[in-house]
Structures are given as structure tokens and as C-alpha cells.
Nanobody, 125 residues
């Protein structure tokens, strides 16, 4: 069983930054795609960013230029650096792991087999 543990959420003001972390117990971490999704109250789960390999990334249009996904394979950790936060970024953020080999980072949540418990990000305006 793969465990994913997110951390780094919190309450910030608009324009501030946060860095989310997601650590997995999976040994062969570097083989897997990793994604970040979010879910706001009353809304469905939304793709935020994903990464495969060392540097192939994908972003939702709403966060492009503000958020950066990265990974440290030695620490089995994926990060989401969030800058210039807006009130509409308020949501529970989830990381997810995809074991399949892909040419592009998947945006569909159904591509991911394992999920973390989520971390709350609240941005006050």
C-alpha cells in the first residue's frame, strides 16, 4: 500500500506564497508521475499540476505562471510552490501518484491510483 502525506497548507493573504509538500513511502518514486489536484467547497476535483520524469510538467491555465511543481527523488517528495495566491485558490489540495508509463503528465484524476488525505489552503482577500 502506497501512502502519500501532504503538508504545508495554511491560511494566507492574497498575494502571499505557500509551498506544499507530498511525501510517499514508495521506493521507486522516480518512476512515477505525480499530480496535484484541488477541491473547493461545492465543486469537483480540479487538476492543478503534474510532473513525470524529472522535468516534464503540465499546469492548469488558472495557475500557469504562478505555481511550480517539482520533485526531489532522493526524498520521494513532490512540491507545489504557489505564488501570488488568490482567493479563488482556496481549496483542499491533494497529491496523487500515477504508476503508469506516460509520455505526458496526466490531467485526468482517473489516471492516478493513490491519493493523499489533502491539505487545506485558505487565501483571504
Amino acid at each position: 500500500q502506497v501512502q502519500l502525506v501532504e503538508s504545508g497548507g495554511g491560511l494566507v493573504q492574497a498575494g502571499d506564497s505557500l509551498r506544499l509538500s507530498c511525501t510517499t513511502s514508495r521506493r521507486t518514486f522516480s518512476d512515477y508521475g505525480m499530480g496535484w489536484f484541488r477541491q473547493a467547497p461545492g465543486k469537483g476535483r480540479e487538476f492543478v499540476a503534474a510532473i513525470i520524469g524529472g522535468d516534464t510538467t503540465a499546469y492548469a491555465e488558472s495557475v500557469k505562471g504562478r505555481f511550480t511543481i517539482s520533485r526531489d527523488n532522493a526524498k520521494s517528495t513532490v512540491y507545489l510552490q504557489m505564488n501570488s495566491l488568490k482567493s479563488e485558490d482556496t481549496a483542499i489540495y491533494y497529491c496523487a501518484l500515477d504508476r503508469s508509463y506516460r509520455l505526458l503528465p496526466p490531467r485526468d484524476p482517473r489516471s492516478y491510483e493513490y491519493w493523499g488525505q489533502g491539505t487545506q489552503v485558505t487565501v483571504s482577500s
